[in-house]
Nanobody, 123 residues
Framework: QVQPVESGGGLVQAGGSLRLSCAASGRTFSIYTMGWFRQAPGQEREFVAAIIWSNDITSYADSVKGRFTISRDNAKNMVYLQMNNLKPEDTAVYYC????????????????WGQGTQVTVSS
């Protein structure tokens, strides 16, 4: 199993950038698909991006394509979400999660979840 822990959230102006990190404990990190989800106040949790265990296939929500990039470093048990050209509608709590599925754009596929990190984008 893995236990994700997110970091890197904060307050940024529209058009700015943030890089979220997810440290995942556990010896078997490299066999898991890792995903990022987000949840804004009053809204359901939504898929943002995912990366397969082998680090060569990624998937993105349409709303973030071309602006966000997911990557992972299996040697360090880390997953990253580089967020560029941020918009106020990107404001949410961002969660890192792990599963053994692919494709994996549904939160019900994910078994292990972090506590989340707040991202706030001001206009």
């Amino acid at each position: 199993q893995v236990q994700p822990v997110e970091s890197g959230g904060g307050l940024v102006q529209a058009g700015g950038s943030l890089r979220l990190s997810c440290a995942a404990s556990g010896r078997t990190f490299s066999i898991y698909t890792m995903g990022w989800f987000r949840q804004a106040p009053g809204q359901e949790r939504e898929f943002v991006a995912a990366i397969i265990w082998s680090n060569d296939i990624t998937s993105y929500a349409d709303s973030v394509k071309g602006r966000f990039t997911i990557s992972r470093d299996n040697a360090k048990n880390m997953v990253y979400l580089q967020m560029n050209n941020l918009k106020p509608e990107d404001t949410a709590v961002y969660y890192c999660a792990a599963c053994r599925e692919w494709p994996a754009d549904n939160d019900r596929m994910y078994r292990y979840w972090g506590q989340g990190t707040q991202v706030t984008v001001s206009s």
